[in-house]
């Protein structure tokens, strides 16, 4: 009764302490969405005037006034864009006022929105007042991307305690400090989507409405939460409390409570994968999955993620300098997460189901070892070669989970799965393979327009699927060849598990460069995925921006 007692007592201390760390964050910033400019006097409230060198030259003194009254006058407006090139920024008025000019050149694997050089301005020029304006100026075929940047330079999650080293106890955070973005829409661009050419959503509609602006704040807000869940240290953010952050997300959509395979059960299931890299840790692994259904829907789609809340290397141990960040590699399913919340409440007229697949790839007596034997969901057999190669591992059970239990037509899984993603397509671009190559345009095409951007891998299991040749087992976890496509065998792997001759639809989303920027999460693949099913939904931009 005493150990009992005592337990109980140290697992709620336990709680009180996270929950004690994560109020730090409180400080934040609160982002208001506004569709047209307020009145208001930049001594008192700092603005960010920030866009294209067009938009900007475009907009007359009527339209800007009132955001620069009485402390700058048009001729200093005029001078400053003027002056200020493409990527640079300058201050109108002392701390009370700053024009940014987003870079004139875009190449055709970038975004127009020139998202990434869109979130560096406003991290530089954040004034970290109590009351702050951004001006956004752009085209409505931009908004959505832009509006995503400005959110990913402005963290939800923060430690800091604002003391001073060996001073007295902290005082409590600071209050939530408000940031107005408003938007200016630019001339409409033309024609983007077939949703144009059928006329009911017609191009020259240059406005904002409330519906509209409820999607972009949706949306930006959704960001904002995956790049929170990634940031977040693993004695935070632990198995326990990624079930509990999907508990919330469901409860506040009012959707049935989340299906959670847990512990031992996974083993008696056969999700040898998702159980065999996360046995080892203090916290049971888990397979978890939210649903909703659309009332007469034909098509079910599922998205996957991979929900390693820390990555040791296992037995496999990453080096010190490899093991940093790695807090990081549940990025994919917190991408999965917070799109699945941003999506339904855009009413989707699919089934929609967001399988996490979460564990901690821990070193302990019970680790997997190098040359066990590990049978999956899929009845498969995998030789482990390699106990650092596990997102793999548990996303290949998550997507046949998603096949076999919930009947998904399309399955899209998500993951920081390779570092060799980084050396394929770079920091910016996600890597994709796909057995459907329009699904595979389509999800090019929606990085462009959402500014998560990615871009397609060779997809040739004939060439690629021998690297898991195993003599004892169906396949080994790692590749034989690192230099021979290692990314697109990453990948491979998974759907081998669904099988090469799979009917459906299948994507897969290796965004482990993209997923952080420096030190920070960005929140990647919430917009990317918003977009990419954006036509599913019943949000009128959604769909309009859905390639």
Known sequence: MLITTVTSNLVSLRRQCINAVRRMSNGAVTLKFQYGLTESDPEQQPVLIVGQAAHLNNLSWQDIRCKLEPRVTEEVWRRGLATVGGGESCELYPRGVTLAVLPPRCSRHAAPSRVHALSKIVRNAHKAASDECIVLVCSKHDVLASVVGVARALPLYSARSGAAPLAPPAPPPPPARALALQIHLAAAPGNHSSADEQGDYPPHNNTLSTEELATLRDVAEAARLAAK???????????DAFIEEACKVAKELDIAEPTIIRGEELKERGMGGIYGVGKAAARPPALVALSYSAPGATETVAWVGKGIVYDTGGLSIK??????????????????????????????????HAVLCLAENAVGPNSTRPDDIHQLYSGRTVEIN??????????????????????????????????????????????????????????????????????????????????????????????????????????????????????????????????????????????????????????????????
């Not at 989970?401 to 394929?424: E, H, N």
Request: glycine share 8%; with cysteine.
């Open 229 to 239: 869940i990634t940031d977040m240290p693993a004695n935070l953010m632990d198995v």
């Open 386 to 547: 390699n106990t650092d190669a596990e997102g793999r591992l548990v996303l290949s059970d998550g997507v046949v989970y998603a096949y076999r239990d919930l009947k998904a037509d399309t399955i899209v899984d998500m993951a920081t799965l390779t570092g060799a993603q980084g050396t394929a397509t770079g920091k910016y671009h996600a890597a994709v393979v796909s057995n459907n190559e329009r699904l595979e345009r389509r999800c090019v095409a929606a990085g462009r327009v959402s500014g998560d951007l990615a871009h397609a891998l060779p997809f040739a299991p004939e060439l690629h699927f021998a690297e898991f040749s195993s003599v004892v087992a169906d396949m080994k976890n790692s590749v034989a060849d690192r230099n021979n496509a290692q990314p697109s065998c990453a990948g491979l792997f998974v759907l081998a598990h669904l099988g090469f001759d799979f009917p459906g639809r299948w994507l897969h989303i290796d965004m482990a460069s993209p997923a952080h920027c420096g030190e920070r999460a960005t929140g990647y693949g919430v917009a990317l995925l918003t977009v990419l099913f954006g036509h599913y939904t019943q949000s009128h931009l959604l769909k309009w921006l859905s390639p």
């Open 319 to 352: 080096a010190r300098s490899s093991m940093v960040g790695m807090k990081g590699d549940c990025g994919g399913a917190a991408a999965v997460l917070a799109a699945f919340s941003a999506i339904v409440k855009a009413k989707p007229t699919i089934n929609l």
